[in-house]
């Protein structure tokens, strides 16, 4: 299971109303996870690609978009991902 807060698809969570690219789903969708930091000191999870064939769940869900307003709310028309 894994639990990112603040990232969309065109724009992570932005107060301001800028893009924020840094924190975009797409990027880390098939890397074993993403912290800011290191595991152990040494270890960085998004530098490691997950293995779709270990593991194949029954069930996958993924909220998509819900960051994206953030950026979008002043922008109708870009609230559609094309």
Known sequence: MVS???YG??????E???KLLTHLVPDY???V??????????LVPQSLNWDFNKFVPDLIVVNLGTNDDSY???APTDRRIT
């Open 9 to 14: 698809i065109i724009s992570g969570y932005t």
């Open 72 to 74: 979008t709310r002043t």
């Open 4 to 6: 990112l807060s603040g």
């Open 16 to 18: 301001n109303g800028e």
């Open 33 to 42: 996870g993403k912290s800011e930091g290191k595991f152990d000191g040494t």
């Open 29 to 31: 969708y098939e890397k």
